[in-house]
């Protein structure tokens, strides 16, 4: 447990443990009068923890014995809706602003969401921590809209659901987003604005203003898109009656929405489309809306190009009924099942994303359909090549100018990884069937040079994963035990006991080494007529 509240069990001021050994006495050494809670607003039991120090592991927070707790989330990370509420009050406080903050659960913990209110000016921002479904989105925004006077909504990572980025980036052309940055026993939250085809800068909260608009991130002008075509926006202006639209016009509107759905790398629906493309698509039957698919595939031409089709899902994002009937009309096969058609459809949107998209890249080949409806067996003319690709939080991670073409003696057989890769590679160690100590016991050897090159947070998450292989190699009868660490107090004593032992002089060497027994008679009265000797005469 990384996370725990200073003072009280309904303490909001959270802290993050250090890690470190020597970082968490000199931390300890600054602050001895704390206390430490599993906080109610952290979703703890409450009870009181202790920091227990780690020479050989992470140090950590841990409940009193015979403790009962349910408590899900212990992470560095599970304390941000705290940290958010103070660095909210900061910066409010610094641009005098009457705001307060509030934490909310929606339904799985005290910090699935905060908001941020300016009284006078009945200015809202909801910063949202936990996933959320679109529907539930639009009905919380509906009515949050309609109680504030500006109102923005800021997501967290993996937050927003595909279709809420698409609806958002529609309306605005952007979405504001937030993440969290580790400093020393605190985090602080930074952000920007994004789209598919470009992001501002991360910035921290100091950097962005409260406008009579709303938030603003540098870098980015708020700007609002029509969600209707210009034909259709042409007609409703004036509440004239809409403008009758031909086949053709609405052919060239829906593949331009289609486009664009591509190109931000989204799967929108029916009813999605109809918003960019217009209104009048929405009264489309079934037959209806595959005569424009059909004329929207034709218009594209080319064989071999991906079907633009294969983007539009329903409400629980499967393909629709009538999707099928175009891939049969194009010539692409009659799927059998639905499950065929959506494998098939999901495959033909990746080629999409991959033609469409920004930028652009090499599409995958086309699943093929047998006779019978079914996904044909794809042949590899090479054996593909595995690669692990890891994401980075926090920058660059600077590497080793070479690599040396020899293995060092004990890492035999241990491949030359990417600073990055150790940690994955110390899980896969712990996971794999059969003895593999010395293969563990060689990349921890790889983890101690790592540490030294590695960037926080990289380096914490490095020294986690190290923690839990010490302790899982340990816990193995066929790993070789290891020599007891010895104190520096215990080494200085033996070393002292070595030095006063050479010093001793031959002499005191000699009487230890074997002393003479010790006579029995020492001491003893001798008897009568043994041992007398005559008086020596007297010269005269």
Request: net charge positive; glycine share 10%.
């Amino acid at each position: 447990m990384q996370t725990a509240v200073i003072g009280s069990r309904n303490s909001g001021r959270a802290i993050i443990l250090p890690t470190d050994a020597d970082e968490l006495t000199r931390w300890r050494r600054r602050h001895p009068a704390y206390t430490y809670w599993c906080g109610t607003q952290l979703g703890g039991c409450g009870n009181e923890l202790s920091d227990r120090l780690y020479r050989d592991k992470v140090c950590h927070f841990a409940h009193r014995p015979h403790t009962s707790c349910h408590r899900t989330a212990t992470g560095a990370a599970s304390a941000d809706h705290l940290f958010i509420k103070d660095d909210l009050a900061a910066w409010a406080g610094r641009n005098r602003l009457k705001g307060r903050t509030t934490s909310r659960d929606l339904g799985s913990g005290p910090g699935d969401a905060v908001d941020f209110r300016v009284g006078a000016a009945r200015q809202h921002v909801r910063f949202q921590f936990s996933r959320l479904e679109h529907a539930e989105w639009q009905r919380a925004r509906q009515r949050l809209v309609g109680e504030s006077a500006t109102f923005d909504w800021v997501f967290g990572p993996g937050t927003a659901q595909a279709e809420t980025m698409e609806e958002l980036y529609d309306e605005y052309g952007y979405l504001l987003r937030f993440r969290f940055e580790t400093h020393g026993a605190v985090r602080r939250i930074h952000l920007r604005a994004e789209d598919p085809r470009r992001s501002t800068d991360w910035v921290p909260l100091d950097a962005c203003a409260m406008t009579p608009a709303g938030l603003r991130v540098p870098g980015v002008e708020p700007r609002r898109r029509s969600s209707l075509s210009p034909t259709a926006k042409a007609g409703a202006e004036g509440g004239a009656a809409p403008v009758q639209r031909s086949r053709e016009e609405q052919a060239l509107a829906l593949k331009e929405a289609l486009v664009s759905a591509a190109r931000f790398r989204t799967r929108p629906t029916w009813e999605a489309l109809a918003r960019t493309a217009g209104s009048d698509l929405l009264g489309l039957s079934g037959p209806g809306r595959f005569g424009l698919l059909l004329a929207v595939e034709q218009s594209d031409g080319g064989e071999g190009k991906p079907l633009l089709s294969a983007l539009i899902r329903t409400e629980e994002g499967d393909p629709p009924s009538y999707l099928g009937s175009v891939v049969t009309a194009v010539g692409c096969g009659v799927p059998a099942t639905a499950a065929v058609l959506r494998r098939w459809c999901q495959r033909e949107a990746d080629r999409v994303f991959a033609v469409h998209g920004v930028p652009s890249r090499t599409a995958p080949p086309r699943l093929s359909l047998t006779v019978d409806g079914q996904i044909a067996a794809q042949r590899s003319a090479e054996p593909a090549q595995r690669q692990t690709i890891v994401h980075v939080e926090g920058g660059l991670v600077r590497q080793p100018a070479a690599r040396p073409k020899s293995q060092p003696e004990g890492l035999a057989g241990v491949p030359l990884l990417h600073d990055t890769e150790i940690g994955l590679a110390l899980r896969g160690a712990r996971q794999r069937r059969g003895p593999r100590p010395r293969y563990a016991a060689a990349l921890m050897v790889r983890a101690d040079e790592a540490l030294t090159r590695l960037p926080e947070p990289q380096r914490t998450q490095l020294v986690t994963e190290m923690a839990a292989t010490r302790r899982w190699l340990d816990s193995r009868p066929d790993t070789q035990a290891r020599k007891p660490r010895q104190s520096r107090r215990a080494k200085k004593t033996a070393d002292a006991k070595k030095t006063a032992a050479g010093k001793q002089p031959a002499r005191a060497k000699k009487t230890q080494q074997g002393k003479k027994p010790k006579d029995p008679l020492q001491g003893a009265r001798p008897l009568p007529g043994v041992g007398e000797s005559r008086p020596k005469k007297r010269p005269k």
